[in-house]
């Protein structure tokens, strides 16, 4: 018992070091190339889920810890197709539009990432990123902060696991803009009451890939 609260304490510090990290690189400048962008999102969701894997197992438990597990699997599809439905007209149709009308995007930015979305040779890989990266490694990044707060401080831990969780996903979207910045912390917090709800991890999961699958074709078809 003593070892696994000491890999707990292991997982909070690592979290906090990551977040950091996060900070560090507000200002960071997305590659121009787009297969540097897919590498760099690949190896950093590698590394992700990699760390993930490992704590767990340093605290003798598995992702079905996380919710990740086969139960009741057709509702957890319909629910999360439906909640998927919902995140995006809320975030992508609702939030993002507001938000680019307040916090106008800087000219001088540049076009960000939408302009890897004009060829359409890039589609496949853009949902494969959509579904692993966001939708599989993300959520499980998402639970695994939210329980490792709550295994220390209980539910208080939670309050303080969601809030933190989300604002640093927002945080990751600044390259993005201050509105999705803004939008994307609004969706962490979604992604997370949808966990919370049920505590069944593939809804948050299948939620956040489709919705990022009506993005990324929304995206593509905008930029044609």
């Known amino acids: 018992m003593k070892t696994t609260r000491v890999f707990l304490f292991a997982s909070l510090a690592i979290i906090i070091l990551y977040w950091v990290w996060r900070l560090s690189r507000i200002d960071t400048v997305i590659p121009s190339e787009f297969d540097a962008l897919i590498l760099q999102i690949v190896k950093t969701k590698a590394i992700m889920f ?3 894997f490992v704590l767990l197992r340093l605290q003798q438990q598995g992702f079905d810890s996380l919710g990740l597990t086969a139960g009741e699997w057709k509702r957890q599809v319909v ?3 439906l909640l998927g439905l919902g995140m995006f007209v809320l975030i992508n149709v609702g939030l993002n539009s ?3 009308s307040v916090f ?20 496949i890989i853009w949902l494969l990123v959509g579904m692993i990266g966001g939708g599989l490694v993300e ?8 329980t490792r707060f709550e295994q220390w401080m209980g539910r208080g831990g939670v309050v303080i696991g969601v809030i933190l969780s989300s ?18 912390g ?7 009451l949808i966990y919370l709800h049920s505590r069944r991890g593939w809804e ?4 956040h890939a489709f919705s990022d699958v009506l993005a990324i074709l929304a995206a593509t078809w905008l930029m044609r």
């Not at 604002?167 to 994307?184: D, K, N, P, R």
């Not at 609004?186 to 997370?192: N, R």
């Open 79 to 81: 629910r999360g197709l």
């Open 204 to 207: 948050p999961v299948i939620a």
């Open 186 to 192: 609004i969706s962490g917090l979604c992604f997370s």
């Open 104 to 123: 106008p995007r800087d000219p001088d930015a540049g076009p960000g990432v939408m302009h890897f979305f004009k060829d359409p040779g890039n589609l």
């Open 139 to 146: 959520e499980a990044e998402r639970i695994f902060v939210i």
């Open 50 to 52: 990699t760390v993930i």
């Open 167 to 184: 604002v640093f996903f927002g945080i990751g979207h600044l390259y993005q803009g201050t509105g999705a910045a803004i939008s994307t």
């Open 98 to 100: 507001i938000f680019a």
